[in-house]
């Protein structure tokens, strides 16, 4: 496995190899997802990459049945809708990401609070390919 | 504290506003012009030759009307150049930031008198493009890549606030019917149809097409219903966002000293706070917005005010779920209550908390880059008795506004006081 830099455009590297990434401060131990260089607790520059188990449970979320453009060029629409919520990760931190595999049909039946694993799911062809986290229950 | 260092009291002398809707014939300066010519006839002593800045906010003319560097333009416009012109960006913010940066400047003791403008010119675009154009106000590489829309991020804080305190969706069509009622007596709105009205028509439409008449009881069933209210991101419904707008909104801030000379009717800009926050990741939870809480906590600490002692606010209700969590951000309901008070009326013109008498986003219109003046502007018109039929009773002499950037990355509120 490579070694990944804080740069932002690494947590999309890392996300091709099938690892969710983040940074961990040094000095006061606090944890980040995407990486980052200073941290936002005690503003320490000495941090470092770290690997996240990718497990986590569900913070908040929407179905959404008006989408953004390009989530209407791969396909959603007000009739096959798309989850996405805020995960907490089992080490603590918050990320967004799109929630697969839920009944999206009844969204008042999703739970908060339900356990998530990571996965990825990539979107346009060739050139324009795009790679994104996904969560889907465990 | 930075909050108490302004060194010149600050006034607003003049408002105006544009009518806030869908105008294919008008662009960002033919608005703009008209809602400085309403601000004329605001002020009975107006001198144009006395402006000496211009601020300007407004979120993105560059992807709306491909027209950047719009400030100098519309300084022009109005016949005001060579003065200083210049715009400020925060997203749905950017003139509420406007406002308080041109009130800092009076503040320092360079100008006595700012005309500050807000501008947007939204329907050029289609929807999805408009939709497009505004995620660049949240953070594209890592939130709008999961998919999220602005109608999402609200969608799931509205989640977590029913989750956190078994709150109903019912809450949130009580907004609606409430901010649509205040917006259909506003001459200035984007929608004069309350709810009401809107379902009536439904039903009456459906009678001339000879289909099967929607047993609607009242406005919470329609709203309830899909058929009447169609989702755009769970649980937000399409009566729960605020349109697409065009609009403009401008005020004439003036040093304290100088109010007088001006206009009868001023009023006084006795509290300000800003603040800033990342990501909806980032907060510690997401049924509240860190931002709005310390810009009051600054707003109220320098007016050496309490939530209690304001008798009317405009609140950034771009959702519904939005107005509910400022009613708790600001202080006027405990943390979770605010949905309750929503439901009992507490926030309706005659409750004891008048919020968003003009219609807010909601029913008056959304053109982004205008409406943090727009705020100011119906805030200045409650607190001089001018609000006609909105008009909350009671004698109001302190009025807060509270305007949002983003999912709640920039918050700006603003007080005022009416003297005498």
């Known amino acids: ?138 | 504290m930075s909050e108490l260092k302004w060194k010149k009291g600050v006034a607003v002398a003049g408002v105006g506003l544009s009518k806030f809707g869908a105008f294919k014939e008008k662009n960002s300066r033919d608005l703009f012009v008209e809602a400085y010519q309403d601000m004329i006839n605001s002020m009975q002593r107006y001198n144009p030759e006395k402006v000496e800045a211009f601020y300007l906010g407004n979120f993105s003319s560059d992807q709306f009307e491909k027209q950047a560097h719009l400030a100098p333009i519309l300084a022009s416009w109005i016949g005001l150049s060579p003065i200083t012109a210049l715009r400020i960006e925060d997203a749905c913010a950017s003139s509420g930031v406007a406002l308080r940066q041109a009130a800092l400047a009076i503040a320092s003791g360079q100008y006595d008198v700012v005309l500050v403008g807000g501008v947007e010119k939204m329907t050029s675009l289609e929807i999805a493009a408009v939709t497009e154009a505004l995620a660049t106000a949240a953070d594209t590489q890592f939130e709008v890549s999961a998919g999220f829309t602005f109608p999402g991020f609200y969608a799931a804080m509205a989640t977590a606030y029913m989750h956190e305190f078994q709150a109903s969706r019912e809450a949130f069509y009580h907004v609606s019917i409430k901010n649509r009622n205040n917006g259909a007596l506003n001459e200035y709105a984007q929608f004069g149809q309350t709810i009401f009205d809107i379902m009536e028509s439904k039903k009456r439409r459906a009678v001339q097409k000879g289909l099967p008449v929607p047993e609607w009881k009242d406005e919470i069933e329609f709203l309830s219903d899909p058929k009447g209210n169609p989702m755009v991101a769970w649980p937000m419904t399409l009566f729960d966002c605020s349109p697409v707008s065009d609009g403009a909104a401008v005020a004439l801030l003036v040093s304290e000293e100088i109010a007088s000379s001006l206009t009868d009717t001023p009023i006084y800009m006795i509290g300000s706070g800003q603040a800033s926050d990342g990501a909806l990741p980032e907060r510690e939870n997401l049924y509240s917005i860190p931002a709005a809480v310390e810009a009051s906590r600054q707003a109220y600490q320098m007016a050496n005010l309490t939530p209690d002692d304001i008798d009317v606010a405009e609140v950034h209700d771009c959702f519904t779920i939005a107005e509910i969590i400022a009613t708790e951000d600001l202080g006027f309901f405990e943390r979770g209550e605010g949905w309750k008070a929503a439901i009992e009326g507490k926030t309706s013109r005659d409750g004891s908390r008048p919020v968003n008498t003009s219609g807010g986003l909601k029913s008056k219109g959304h053109p982004v880059g205008a409406t943090g003046v727009g705020q100011i502007v119906e805030i200045w018109k409650q607190l001089n008795g001018l609000a006609e039929e909105r008009q909350v009773q009671g004698d109001p002499k302190i009025g807060l506004t509270h305007n949002v950037g983003g999912s709640g990355q920039t918050c700006v509120v603003n007080i005022f006081e009416r003297r005498g």
């Not at chain 1, 455009?9 to 000095?27: P, Q, V, Y």
């Not at chain 1, 131990?29 to 995407?34: E, H, Q, R, W």
């Open chain 1, 1 to 138: 496995m490579e070694n990944y830099s804080m740069n932002s455009n690494d947590f999309f590297k890392a996300l091709e190899d099938g690892a969710l990434i983040g940074s961990r401060c040094l000095d006061c131990g606090t944890m980040a997802v995407p990486q980052r260089q200073i941290c936002s607790k005690c503003l320490s520059s000495k941090s470092k990459i770290v690997h996240y188990s990718g497990n986590g449970s569900l913070s908040a979320f929407t179905v959404i049945s008006v989408p953004s453009m390009w989530m209407s060029e791969v396909g959603y629409n007000g009739k096959n809708p798309y989850c996405v919520g805020v995960v907490a990760l089992d080490e603590g931190p918050k990320i967004s990401a799109q929630i697969l595999d839920m009944d999206i049909s009844m969204p008042e039946n999703i739970q908060i609070g339900t356990k998530l694993t990571m996965t990825t799911v990539s979107h346009g062809e060739d050139g324009n390919r795009k790679i994104h986290l996904a969560f889907k229950p465990v």
